[in-house]
């Protein structure tokens, strides 16, 4: 008797082993049920979300809560108000912004359409930064410019875009662009300038050049801006752990 006791005790044990381990696999993450599966009725059936989708939900929502816990959206820290008409801001998730313009001229000297996508990071961790795209409509000219840091203050020539100003001759268009600073205290100028090379050294620009000085210099950001309290909360913030989430 007591064998056979024995030998029933170890058939259930091993059944209820096996059912263990197969229930396992069918909540196992990585394994997605099939939608063509019709052994379960659809009422149970549940779909399961990659650990790392899972991931990038979790940071997504966090980070979003971060901002609106810290100051509203990237946008708001550049007072878009203060902005020229012919541009608009948007937040580029999660800590860094994008500007878009596009300026019309009506001059003598200069009649064209420019657009500019201004790509600002002030919360790098090698430092604020920011990129550009000048586009001009005439000529169909393209120009990129990246990787402008914290530190830099510079006028930069398009390549083919120039006025002809009688008494002074070929002023080239530029852009100018300078970031200074820290997160808390970040000194931006970005736009368009004019600059005509007298000499070696000398260098005549639109601010001085009668005529042109009522278009350019013409700026998308100038003034002190600051994102210290977001930038911190980015460096603080920990990475998520993978998680799976299950969808019923």
């Given at each position: 008797m007591s064998v056979?006791?024995?030998?029933?005790?170890?058939?259930?044990?091993s059944l209820a082993c096996l059912a263990f381990v197969v229930e396992g696999r069918l909540?196992?993450?990585?394994?997605?049920?099939?939608s063509e599966d019709t052994t379960e009725p659809s009422h149970t059936k549940k779909m399961f979300v990659s650990t790392k989708v899972a991931s990038s939900k979790l940071e997504s929502f966090v980070n979003?809560?971060?901002l609106e816990l810290h100051g509203g959206t990237m946008c708001e820290?550049?007072?878009?108000d203060d902005l020229p008409e012919e541009c608009s801001c948007r937040d580029d998730w999660p800590f860094s912004l994008v500007i878009e313009c596009l300026k019309t001229f009506n001059s003598t000297y200069f009649n064209d359409t420019i657009g500019m996508k201004i790509d600002?990071?002030?919360c790098n961790e090698d430092g604020a930064k920011l990129s550009l795209d000048v586009t001009e409509m005439k000529h169909h000219i393209e120009y990129p410019i990246a990787g402008v840091r914290a530190g830099e203050s510079k006028n930069i020539p398009i390549p083919g875009l120039a006025m002809i100003v009688p008494g002074i001759g070929n002023v080239g268009?530029?852009?100018?662009?300078?970031?200074?600073?820290?997160?808390?205290?970040?000194?931006?100028?970005v736009g368009l300038n004019a600059c005509a090379q007298l000499s070696t050294d000398h260098q005549l620009c639109a601010s001085a050049i009668p005529g042109v000085s009522n278009i350019l210099p013409w700026y998308v950001l100038e003034g002190d801006?600051?994102?210290g309290d977001?930038?911190?909360?980015?460096?603080?913030s920990s990475d998520s752990e993978e998680t799976a989430i299950l969808i019923a």
């Open positions: 056979r006791f024995s030998l029933v005790f170890v058939v259930v044990v909540l196992d993450p990585a394994v997605q049920a099939s979003s809560t971060k820290h550049i007072n878009p600002l990071d002030p268009v530029d852009v100018a662009v300078m970031i200074a600073g820290n997160p808390d205290m970040l000194r931006l100028k801006y600051s994102f977001v930038c911190q909360t980015n460096s603080t």
